[in-house]
C-alpha cells in the first residue's frame, strides 16, 4: 500500500524548492579485459604519466606482481597523487559535469529527497525514538545526498529532533572541505579532535563530524543509527581469481604404498590470483588485447596476469564461502571478491542488530533491542558474483584502469550476495531486503509524483518551460530500464532489525507500519 508513503512524502516535501540542477553527463559503464602473462622489466628511461605511476613501477620491481586490490587501493587513496587523496591537478573536481563521472544526487535533487524520506518512513516504523538517532553517511562525495537529505528531513520536525549526530566518513581533506562548505557554510569553522573533525550544520544547528575511519564512531547499543552508502561499494578493493586447471605432472607425488606403483592422479584445479605488474615498452594495444575503440589512447602502463602460482589470498579467500566453492571445479571460472565490502556491511549489521563478543571477536557490542537501517545503492549483479567487471573512468568516458594512475576514477560491480551474507553472519539482529532495482525503488518512493510537485511550483515565469524540461528528463534517467540505464543497473538493498520477515521496508514492496 504506496498510498501512505507518497502522502508523506508529498506531504514532507512540499515545503521544498528546487535546487539548482546539474547540467546532463554520460555514465560510463562495464568494461572488460583480456588477461596476458607477460614478464616484468626494469623501467629506467620511461616517462611516466602521473609520478603514481612510476611510484607503482618501482615499488613492483622490487616486490614482484602485486594483488589487483593493492593496486585498486593506491589509485584511489594513495598520499601521492591518489585520486581522491592526492589530488595532483589544481582545483580538480572529480565530481559533475566538468569532473570524470556524475551522480544520482548531481542529477536530481529527488533523489536525495527520496533516500532522506525512506529514513524518515523507518524511523516512524520503529516506534518514532524521541533521541539518539545518528545519521551516518560514508563515501559522501560533494555532500549533496546528505544535503537533501537533511533539508527533506527538516519538514518532519519530530524525526528532524531525533537526530543526534551527523557522521560523514570521508579519507579525502578536499572533499571533506567541499562537503563542509555545503553542509555548514564556507564560513564556519571546522575543529579537529580525537574523533575527527567537526562543525555545525546550517539546518537546525546539528552537529556534524568528519571521520577518515566509520570505525571511529563510537558503537553505542543506545543509538538508532541510519546508515547511507551511495556509490560506495563500487570503490572499494577487489581481489580477482581465476580457476586453472593443474595437470598430473604438476602435482606433488602421491606417498607409494609398500611399494607398489602409484595410480596417475587425476587432474586437481587451484585458484590463481589476477595481478598487476607494468606494460613492457614496446607493447602494443594489440599485444594486450584492447578493443580498436580504444586504441586512440596510449597503451596502458600496467597490465593484469595469472598468478604462475598459488597466493596467500587465493589460498583462503575463494574459499571463504560456498558461493565461490561451487564454482572451483569450473576451469577458466573467473571472480571478484571485496574483503572491504564485508568488513562494511559487518560493521553496519552490528551497529544495527548488535553482535555477540567471542574470541574472534571480543570488541563486539550486544544490543538488547536492535535499531536503525543501512541503504546500500550501488550497481552490481543482483544474484551472481561479479566478474571482469572493473573499469576506468574520465571525463565522463571509459578508459583503461590500467592508465594514468591517479586521474582515472577506478570501480567494479558491487557483489550484493556478499553483502547480504556478511550482515547476516554478523549480526543475528538484522536481516537483509533486496536488491531491488533502482527504478523500482524510486517509483515506489514517488519519484513521479515529486517531479510533477517541483514543475507545478514553477509556474509559467520567464525559463519555466526549460527547467520544467530538465526536471523531466533528470528523473526519468534515474528510472531509465533501457540497456545500461540506471533504473536497471543500479540496485538497492537494505539492512534492517530483524523481524522475522513480517514487514517489508518502504521501497521494497512494504509500508509504513507504525
Request: charged fraction near 20%; include cysteine.
Amino acid at each position: 500500500m504506496r498510498s501512505y508513503v507518497l502522502r508523506t512524502a508529498q506531504g514532507g516535501l512540499r515545503g521544498l524548492s528546487r535546487r539548482p540542477l546539474s547540467h546532463n553527463s554520460k555514465v560510463a559503464y562495464q568494461s572488460c579485459r583480456s588477461f596476458i602473462t607477460t614478464p616484468i622489466c626494469r623501467e629506467e628511461e620511461r616517462k611516466w604519466s602521473t609520478p603514481l605511476a612510476k611510484q607503482l613501477t618501482e615499488a613492483i620491481n622490487t616486490t614482484g606482481p602485486i594483488p589487483l586490490a593493492s593496486y585498486m587501493r593506491m589509485c584511489l587513496t594513495s598520499d601521492i597523487g591518489g585520486y581522491y587523496t592526492g589530488a595532483i591537478e589544481a582545483g580538480r573536481d572529480q565530481f559533475g559535469r566538468k569532473g570524470d563521472f556524475i551522480t544520482s544526487p548531481e542529477i536530481s535533487q529527488i533523489f536525495g529527497e527520496l533516500i532522506g524520506i525512506w529514513f524518515v518512513a523507518e524511523w516512524m516504523s520503529q516506534g518514532r525514538p524521541k533521541q539518539g538517532v545518528e545519521l551516518i553517511e560514508v563515501g559522501p562525495g560533494r555532500g549533496t545526498l546528505m544535503d537533501d537529505m537533511l533539508r527533506a528531513m527538516r519538514n518532519f520536525k519530530d524525526m528532524a529532533s531525533s537526530i543526534e549526530t551527523v557522521y560523514m566518513v570521508e579519507a579525502s581533506k578536499e572533499l571533506r572541505t567541499a562537503q563542509k562548505n555545503l553542509l555548514c557554510g564556507e564560513d564556519a569553522v571546522m575543529t579537529e579532535s580525537k574523533i575527527g573533525w567537526h562543525s555545525t550544520s546550517k539546518y537546525s544547528g546539528l552537529p556534524i563530524v568528519w571521520t577518515d575511519s566509520i570505525k571511529a564512531i563510537p558503537q553505542d547499543p543506545s543509538k538508532t543509527p541510519f546508515i547511507v552508502a551511495h556509490e560506495f561499494f563500487d570503490a572499494l578493493p577487489i581481489h580477482a581469481f581465476q580457476v586453472v586447471e593443474v595437470p598430473p605432472n604438476q602435482q606433488p607425488a602421491p606417498a607409494n604404498s609398500k611399494g607398489s606403483p602409484s595410480a596417475t592422479p587425476s587432474p586437481t584445479y587451484q585458484w590463481r590470483e589476477m595481478v598487476v605488474s607494468p606494460t613492457p615498452q614496446g607493447t602494443t594495444h594489440a599485444d594486450l588485447g584492447i578493443p580498436k575503440s580504444q586504441h586512440h589512447d596510449p597503451v596502458p602502463e600496467f597490465q593484469l596476469t595469472l598468478s604462475p602460482s598459488t597466493t596467500r589470498h587465493a589460498q583462503y579467500l575463494p574459499e571463504s564461502s560456498p558461493r565461490y566453492r561451487a564454482l572451483k571445479s569450473t576451469p577458466g571460472a573467473l571472480i571478484e571478491i571485496c574483503p572491504d565490502a564485508s568488513l562494511y556491511a559487518s560493521d553496519f549489521a552490528s551497529r544495527i542488530g548488535g553482535s555477540t563478543p567471542s574470541a574472534k571477536n571480543p570488541s563486539a557490542v550486544p544490543k538488547r533491542r536492535p535499531s536503525g537501517a543501512a541503504l546500500i545503492l550501488d550497481y552490481g549483479p543482483a544474484d551472481t558474483i561479479p566478474a571482469n567487471s572493473l573499469r576506468g573512468i574520465r571525463q565522463h568516458g571509459r578508459v583503461s584502469p590500467f592508465s594514468a594512475p591517479g586521474l582515472v576514477d577506478l570501480s567494479a560491480d558491487v557483489d550484493f550476495g556478499a553483502v547480504a551474507e556478511a550482515a547476516l553472519l554478523a549480526s543475528a539482529g538484522v536481516e537483509v531486503h533486496g536488491p531491488v532495482d533502482q527504478a523500482y525503488f524510486l517509483e515506489s518512493m514517488g519519484v513521479r509524483q515529486r517531479a510533477e510537485m517541483l514543475v507545478r511550483k514553477l509556474g509559467s515565469g520567464a525559463g519555466s518551460e526549460e527547467k520544467k524540461k530538465e526536471i523531466e528528463r533528470s528523473w526519468k534517467r534515474l528510472v531509465d530500464r533501457g540497456p545500461g540505464g540506471m533504473g536497471k543497473v543500479y540496485k538497492v538493498l537494505a539492512i534492517l532489525p530483524e523481524n522475522g520477515g513480517r514487514r517489508r521496508p518502504v521501497g521494497f514492496g512494504g509500508d509504513v507500519s507504525a
